[in-house]
Each structure stands twice: as structure tokens, then as C-alpha cells.
């Protein structure tokens, strides 16, 4: 997955979620921000 890295993004603003797309995506479909790999782990 990939996630958008803009703190101001839509979808982060509006629902608090960071969006998510898939690895074939290059841009955020809602603020046209170039995408980043996920790299962080979620705590266990
Ligand atoms: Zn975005």
C-alpha cells in the first residue's frame, strides 16, 4: 500500500484517516500529492 504524505489532504482533514491506495497509483486522488510507500509498522 501507499499512503499520501500531505498534511493538509482532503481525506485527512475531513475524516482524520490518512488515504491509502494501491501500489500502482503515483498520485493522491485528492490532492494530486505524489504518493509514499508505507513504511511505518503499526504497534503490537
Ligand atoms: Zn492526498
Known sequence: MKHCPN???PDLVKYDIVAEFEDDVTVCSKCGTSLKLKLWV???
Open 7 to 9: 498534511d493538509e489532504c
Open 42 to 44: 503499526l504497534p503490537s
